[in-house]
């Protein structure tokens, strides 16, 4: 079993930034599949991010070319850098990990707001 632990999320102004980490608790982590959803009040769960264990990144079109995924193996970590952050950005955003096995973090809140 693989636990994912994210960390970062929060309050932020239209415009600034923030970035969300997502620690795997198992040794092994190079060969998954890291990556993010989000999901906001009344709607479906979507595509943020991922990351292939060979460093390859898709991104949801709302996002594209704002947000930055990246992966630290040595630190069994996975980042998401947000920049020019949005209202429509805020939601609860999921740390998502598959080795064929799909492994899902808590949840941490991230709401863009003045």
């Known amino acids: 079993q693989v636990q994912l632990v994210e960390s970062g999320g929060g309050l932020v102004q239209p415009g600034g930034s923030l970035r969300l980490s997502c620690a795997a608790s198992?040794?092994?982590?190079?060969?998954?599949?890291m990556g993010w959803y989000r999901q906001a009040p009344g709607k479906e769960r979507e595509l943020v991010a991922i990351?292939?264990?060979?460093?390859?990144?898709n991104y949801g079109d709302s996002v594209l070319g704002r947000f930055t995924i990246s992966r630290d193996d040595t630190k069994n970590t996975v980042y998401l850098q947000m920049n020019s952050l949005k209202p429509e950005d805020t939601a609860v955003y999921y740390c998502?990990?598959?080795?064929?096995?799909?492994?899902w973090g808590q949840g941490t809140q991230v709401t863009v707001s003045s």
């Open positions: 998502y990990g598959n080795d064929g096995h799909v492994y």
């Open positions: 990351i292939t264990s060979r460093y390859i990144t």
């Open positions: 198992r040794s092994g982590f190079s060969i998954y599949t």
